[in-house]
């Protein structure tokens, strides 16, 4: 957040005078941090769905949520691989 303060700091000074160039510019920046968070938040949702979708890809195959060990007739309640918990 400081960067966009120093950056709109910087744009108010070189502009100057030039209120129209002033505008431009600013509406560049806006567009700029727009976009940027918009992959931010986009990036950080596929991350949640990737996890939630392993996650149920090893309930449904018998596998280790911990390390994805297969856990077909495990009767311990406990990985051997990495010693999760099962279930």
Known sequence: ???VVWGAAIL???TIGKPELFRLKLAAVIVAIGVAHGLWKSAAQDKQERAENLAAHRRANSLCLK???DLTGNVSGTCPECG???G
């Open 1 to 3: 957040m400081l960067a």
């Open 12 to 14: 108010l000074v070189v």
């Open 67 to 69: 390390c994805g060990y």
């Open 84 to 86: 999760g918990k099962v």
